[in-house]
């Protein structure tokens, strides 16, 4: 059985390397871009099962890499995590607006961030009607 494959999207190297050191501890398979066209071609490319992605990127923000995704068909079912400082209803509704399914406030845990995307994984694996009563963390 292969492992889970995780795109983790962030212009911050730190972040990329602690959250990629945990993730890949907790048995993901992952991978990294550090900008929105970046990420774009790494998800279109690859086809992670989760995208970990901060709001603000060069080149393309997130929010813009969000709905580029959901609009092409071999894309719009890859579970999305917002990865962001903000923690604004103006930016959660935007994320939501874009096609994230969930967020997580940075700083965050390494262990939040594993179980928020253990979750989204377990969405994908259950019927769309289960899904739908699924909590978010957007909500």
Partial sequence: ????????????PDALDV????LRAAGFE??????????????VRRKPDVIVMDLELPGKSGYEVAHDLRERSD?????????????????LDQARASGFDSIIVK???????????????????????RAEQQPSLLE
């Fill in 75 to 91: 894309t719009c079912e890859i579970p999305l995590i917002a990865a962001t400082g903000y923690s604004h209803s103006k930016q």
């Fill in 30 to 43: 992952v991978f990294a871009a550090t900008d929105g066209p970046r990420a774009f071609d790494e998800a």
């Fill in 19 to 22: 959250w990629g050191l945990y």
């Fill in 107 to 129: 700083p965050c845990d390494p262990e939040l961030l594993v179980a928020e995307i253990r979750r989204m994984l377990r969405r994908k694996t259950i019927s769309p009607a």
């Fill in 1 to 12: 059985m292969s492992l889970p494959r995780i795109l983790i999207v962030d212009d911050y």
